[in-house]
T-cell receptor
Framework: GESVGLHLPTLSVQEGDNSIINCAYS??????FIWYKQESGKGPQFIID?????DKRQGQRVTVLLNKTVKHLSLQIAATQPGDSAVYFC???????????FGKGTRLHILP | DAGVIQSPRHEVTEMGQEVTLRCKPI?????LFWYRQTMMRGLELLIY????????DSGMPEDRFSAKMPNASFSTLKIQPSEPRDSAVYFC??????????????FGSGTRLTVV
């Protein structure tokens, strides 16, 4: 199954290794960032978020890093599992704005 | 909690026909968003509502698209007349509040629309 057949950058990672998915965001005024995971046939699902006053935030097996100087966001997944196969989107929001703008996404492929 | 419920899951229609997509947000969520996902453009925000009032419809492609939210538990996205280029997956999402920590979006499973 595909997410509408998106032709996306693909990251292939060996099961058990760590994955790093990168994202360049567009608006220097953005102050809130979110990573979403989209599995085949499903809607995007919230993974982890970070505010612009932080540069790192950790969750369960996931870490988000924020570099505001170069407008770069990354998602690190520790000990990648087959269930991590999905498309991952970064999203950003600016102050006083009620909406989230999504990036293009990266497909994570897990090698056995 | 049943989550955000969209219907139908799949819709195939002929060019020129009217299409209506439906969404039931999570109870108590004040915000409702309609997104479209395509190969070329990824996830695009079409329109969003706050307390049933349309706030920003700048993403609606053209006048053939319209969205309503008659009450807090129901929204529709209508395309009339439909065209093949409208083929996409349409997602509805809801949230308690604006995009701040703890107010993340919850997405439905989407409606895959094919216009032939």
């Amino acid at each position: 199954g595909e997410s509408v057949g998106l032709h996306l950058p693909t990251l292939s990672v060996q099961e058990g290794d760590n994955s790093i998915i990168n994202c360049a965001y567009s608006n220097s005024a953005s102050d809130y960032f979110i990573w979403y995971k989209q599995e085949s046939g499903k809607g995007p699902q919230f993974i982890i978020d970070i505010r612009s006053n932080m540069d790192k935030r950790q969750g369960q097996r996931v870490t988000v890093l924020l570099n505001k100087t170069v407008k770069h966001l990354s998602l690190q997944i520790a000990a990648t599992q087959p269930g991590d196969s999905a498309v991952y989107f970064c999203a950003e929001s600016v102050p006083s704005d009620d909406k989230i703008i999504f990036g293009k996404g990266t497909r994570l492929h897990i090698l056995p | 909690d049943a989550g955000v419920i969209q219907s139908p899951r799949h819709e195939v229609t002929e060019m020129g026909q009217e299409v209506t997509l439906r969404c039931k947000p999570i109870s108590g969520h004040d915000y409702l968003f309609w997104y479209r996902q395509t190969m070329m453009r990824g996830l695009e925000l079409l329109i969003y509502f706050n307390n049933n009032v349309p706030i920003d419809d700048s993403g609606m492609p053209e006048d053939r698209f319209s969205a309503k939210m008659p009450n807090a538990s129901f929204s529709t996205l209508k395309i009339q007349p439909s065209e093949p280029r409208d083929s996409a997956v349409y997602f509805c999402a809801s949230s308690l509040g604006p995009p701040l920590p703890n107010y993340g979006y919850t997405f439905g499973s989407g409606t895959r629309l094919t216009v032939v």
